[in-house]
T-cell receptor
């Protein structure tokens, strides 16, 4: 069964500190891996998208890494801010053979809280 | 672009009643997905359409759930009859190629 597992389940850090979230997956065949941020009461918003040939991708203070051999990814947040408090979801994508779209398998997310 | 638009934002209904959730995808997107999100199970794919045609409905939990996409700009997810265990946030997303955009969701509470 295709699965995406994330750790930790929840995390509390002080404002200004860095943190790293982990993702392991068994989804196959792999098309791309995405990290989403979901604020409370909102839909998920894409942070990064990486294909299997990419090792790292940054979006501002967010840096994602990917090891396609070990099927692991991480999301590093630098100099955290209060507004970073959200759920961070790792998503692995499989290409839909008919039509070329992407079917997503979601992790259950890491709930991050940034405190003063 | 206004993004993916879902309505209503919140719905409270009594057990046994019919519930209809609505979604307007982004113009030009050829895929539309319906997801359900709960604390226990996270985001689960219910059904998706390609060019208005249902492709995979294997995630639909049971026959009480049905989805339609009568045209490229509108889709509905219907639950009849609704049950308390259907309480969740239901998201619609539309996609073109790699791009993937979620709506803000409908929070359904069945009492």
């Amino acid at each position: 069964k295709n699965q995406v597992e994330q750790s930790p389940q929840s995390l509390i850090i002080l404002e200004g500190k860095n943190c790293t979230l982990q993702c392991n997956y068994t989804v196959s065949p792999f098309s791309n891996l995405r990290w989403y941020k979901q604020d409370t009461g909102r839909g998920p918003v894409s942070l990064t998208i990486m294909t299997f040939s990419e090792n790292t991708k940054s979006n501002g203070r967010y840096t994602a890494t990917l090891d396609a051999d070990t099927k692991q990814s991480s999301l590093h947040i630098t100099a955290s801010q209060l507004s970073d408090s959200a759920s961070y979801i790792c998503v692995v994508s499989v290409t839909i053979l008919t039509g070329g779209g992407n079917k997503l398998t979601f992790g259950t997310g890491t709930q991050l809280k940034v405190e003063l | 672009d206004a993004g993916v638009i879902q309505s209503p934002r919140h719905e409270v209904t009594e057990m046994g009643q019919e519930v209809t959730l609505r979604c307007k995808p982004i113009s030009g997107h050829d895929y539309l997905f319906w997801y359900r999100q709960t604390m226990m199970r996270g985001l689960e794919l219910l059904i998706y359409f390609n060019n208005n045609v249902p492709i995979d409905d294997s995630g639909m939990p049971e026959d009480r759930f049905s989805a339609k996409m009568p045209n490229a700009s509108f889709s509905t997810l219907k639950i009849q009859p609704s049950e308390p265990r259907d309480s969740a946030v239901y998201f619609c997303a539309s996609s073109y190629s790699y791009g993937y955009t979620f709506g803000s969701g409908t929070r359904l509470t069945v009492v």
